[in-house]
């Protein structure tokens, strides 16, 4: 099995590239400079005719969209058990978080990020508004989640759903009302994943230094 991933800092590609850390799989890891617009360059393209990160060269073949390529992750490495073996209970409720996440939070937060470019600017603040208020909705859901004694979001017991939650509250950092204050049992959740050897590489790797338990 070969891996080639194609990342930003702090990107949609970070569950991915933690994923991979997680797992202890070798994989080599290509930075895309979304800021300095790399994602449009004409061979970047070929591999993501989207223009956006991550992607995921799979055994040679380009594969896109974070939540997907974590799922396939978790197909492909299952011993690693980072998703609930198909047929048990867990399975529901991980399909579920994850589904809820790539498609609810994920285009809430693309549209908080990008709504002067992917939308018209004179709209941009009404985007944002409702973008965040889906966004404070979501983090109060996952906040009564905990609340209600779970350790993980599916089946008590760390699945890709964290890894792409954990990321995704990792945005709100500089938002009107991060996912750390407020929503004590999610910040409990967050400091607990933030102290994961694997989540400390990926920010060593990404060269990250905020949002980390020891920055604050
Ligand atoms: N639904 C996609 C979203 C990917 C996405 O929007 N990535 C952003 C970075 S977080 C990106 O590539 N932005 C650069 C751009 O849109 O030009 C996924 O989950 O992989």
Redesign the pocket.
């Known amino acids: 099995m070969s891996y080639v991933l194609y990342y930003?800092p702090?990107?949609?590609?970070m569950p991915v590239h933690w994923m991979l850390l997680e797992m202890g799989v070798p994989f080599e890891a290509r930075l895309?400079d979304?800021d300095a617009?790399q994602?449009?360059d004409p061979e970047y393209l070929r591999l993501n005719p989207?223009?956006?990160?991550?992607t995921l060269v799979v055994d040679g073949v380009p594969r896109?969209?974070?939540?997907?390529?974590l799922m396939l992750l978790a197909e492909r490495h299952a011993d690693a058990g980072l998703a609930p073996a198909p047929g048990t209970p867990a399975r529901g409720e991980w399909l579920e978080w994850m589904i809820y996440l790539?498609n609810t939070l994920?285009?809430a937060?693309?549209d908080w990020?990008?709504a002067a470019?992917?939308g018209d600017p004179a709209g941009a603040d009404a985007v944002r508004a409702l973008a965040q208020r889906r966004i404070e909705a979501a983090c109060a859901r996952l906040d009564a989640h905990f609340a209600g004694g779970h350790a993980y979001l599916a089946g008590d017991k760390l699945s890709t759903a964290d890894l792409l939650a954990l990321v995704l509250m990792r945005w709100t950092r500089n938002m009107p009302h991060p996912a750390t204050v407020g929503w004590p049992h999610l910040a409990a959740y967050i400091r607990k994943l933030r102290a994961r050897p694997a989540f400390i590489e990926l920010n060593e790797r990404e060269k990250l230094t905020e949002w980390r338990n020891d920055a604050q």
Do not use: K, N, T, W
């Open positions: 930003s702090g990107a949609a590609s895309v979304i617009g994602q449009h989207a223009g956006r990160v991550p896109h969209e974070s939540a997907a390529l790539a994920l285009p937060m693309r990020f990008y470019s992917d």
